[in-house]
């Protein structure tokens, strides 16, 4: 079952979701860099591919926002009222999710580093732009708030599936 329907998320929107838990999850270790300046296991294995990994998140949002804006009126839902929250939540990460990478990039070039992702140079680099400097200063904020989204939406998960116990976490597995 290739699309959703309204029992279950079908195997694209699934394996667009687990791809995204493990990257995002990925990226929220730049947050260890805070700890002794990055300079431990995490820092030195995981973040180095921060750059690239959310260069890949820029492409693969457009591609699960495309796909879910074509699943829209055959989705999973809920009975209201927690249809709205839950639809609520879902928009709000994927507005994090989609500013995330371009505020990413707009640091980096802003700053005149340019972009590289896997080894293969984007964008080179080049002169300190103020303006993109100073949008790219919302990607640390929006982190922050992506964070608290992210485990506000893991909490509802074991809520659903271990108080109300109404199938919510089975029809995205
Ligand atoms: C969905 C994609 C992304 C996520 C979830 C993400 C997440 C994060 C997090 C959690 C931090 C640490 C913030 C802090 O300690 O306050 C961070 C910092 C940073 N990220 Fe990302 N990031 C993403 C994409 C990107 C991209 C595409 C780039 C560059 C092209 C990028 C470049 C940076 C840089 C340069 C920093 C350090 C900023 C600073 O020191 O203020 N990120 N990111
Ligand atoms: C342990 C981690 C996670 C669990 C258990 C989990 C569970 C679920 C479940 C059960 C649903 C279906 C909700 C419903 O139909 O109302 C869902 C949907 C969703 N989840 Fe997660 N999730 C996890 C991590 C994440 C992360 C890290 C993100 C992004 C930052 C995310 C973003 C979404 C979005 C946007 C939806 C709406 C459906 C879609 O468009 O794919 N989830 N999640």
Redesign the pocket.
Known sequence: MIKDNPER?GTI?RV??WL??VL??WQFMKFFDRIGEGEHWVGETLVPWHVSIGTLLLVLIVV?VVW?LSQASH????EPPIRYL?RGG?IL??A??VIMPITGMLYMVGEGYGVEAFGITLIAEGEEIAWMHTVGGLHSITAWV?LG??LA??AM??Y??FVRRDG??R???
């Open positions: 998320y929107s667009l979701h995204f838990a995002v999850l699960r879910a989705r999973p839902t809920h839950a879902h990460l994927y994090a999710l992506l989204l992210t939406h893991i998960a074991f659903h599936q919510t976490l029809r995205m597995s």
